[in-house]
Nanobody, 124 residues
Framework: QVQLVESGGGLVQAGGSLSLSCAAS????????MGWFRQAPGKEREFVAA????????YYADSVKGRFTISRDNSKNTVYLQMISLKSEDTAIYYC?????????????????WGQGTQVTVSS
């Protein structure tokens, strides 16, 4: 079993920056891809970004491309999401997810483990 714990959420003004972290524990050796999803009130959970086991494989949703950066430190079993130029539309609960398969995926059902989520609120 794998446990994922997000941190770093909070309140930030539009145009500002915020960094999220997700630490994995347990059977971390089974994890390949790590990613971030978000869910706004009344909406379905949507893909944000994913990171393969190495830094050469990254993928972003069009809505965040150029503003968000995903990074990973395998020695710490941690994935990060650096967010800049935040918009009110970015307000959501952000979830960390992990996938055992090696290929990048963007659908929620393709991920095997989930964190509890951390709230990001962007004020206008």
């Amino acid at each position: 079993q794998v446990q994922l714990v997000e941190s770093g959420g909070g309140l930030v003004q539009a145009g500002g920056s915020l960094s999220l972290s997700c630490a994995a524990s347990g059977r971390t050796g089974v994890i390949s891809v790590m990613g971030w999803f978000r869910q706004a009130p009344g909406k379905e959970r949507e893909f944000v970004a994913a990171h393969g086991y190495t830094s050469s494989t990254k993928y972003y949703a069009d809505s965040v491309k150029g503003r968000f950066t995903i990074s990973r430190d395998n020695s710490k079993n941690t994935v990060y999401l650096q967010m800049i130029s935040l918009k009110s539309e970015d307000t959501a609960i952000y979830y960390c997810a992990a996938r055992m398969a090696w290929s990048i995926a963007t659908d929620t059902h393709e991920y095997d483990y989930w964190g509890q989520g951390t709230q990001v609120t962007v004020s206008s």
